[in-house]
Nanobody, 118 residues
């Protein structure tokens, strides 16, 4: 079982930066792929970025590539999403998720709101 707690959301202006954190409670945190997803009202949850268990492989959606960076600190059981050059269309609730390698995302955080004003 993995519990995930996101933090770092808030209200910013277009062009600003935010760093989201996701703290996990799991003795085997280093064995999980971590991902970030986001959702706006009336839309399906969409993939933002993911990082492999070792941290050596990352994927990101085309809409955030070059602006968002994902990293993890296995010693702190924490994954970070650095978001730069934020746009109003990045406004959403951001969710952290975890999955064992080769599996589906089974564990989800409660979400943190990011609002970008124009």
């Amino acid at each position: 079982q993995v519990q995930l707690v996101e933090s770092g959301g808030g209200l910013v202006q277009a062009g600003d930066s935010l760093r989201l954190s996701c703290a996990a409670s799991a003795r085997t945190f280093s064995g999980y792929t971590l991902g970030w997803f986001r959702q706006t009202p009336g839309k399906e949850r969409e993939f933002v970025a993911s990082i492999s268990a070792s941290g050596g492989v990352t994927y990101s959606a085309a809409s955030v590539r070059g602006r968002f960076t994902l990293s993890r600190d296995n010693a702190k059981n924490t994954v970070y999403l650095q978001m730069n050059s934020l746009k109003p269309e990045d406004t959403a609730v951001y969710y952290c998720a975890a999955k064992p390698e080769g599996s589906l995302y089974d564990f989800w955080g409660q979400g943190t709101q990011v609002t970008v004003s124009s």
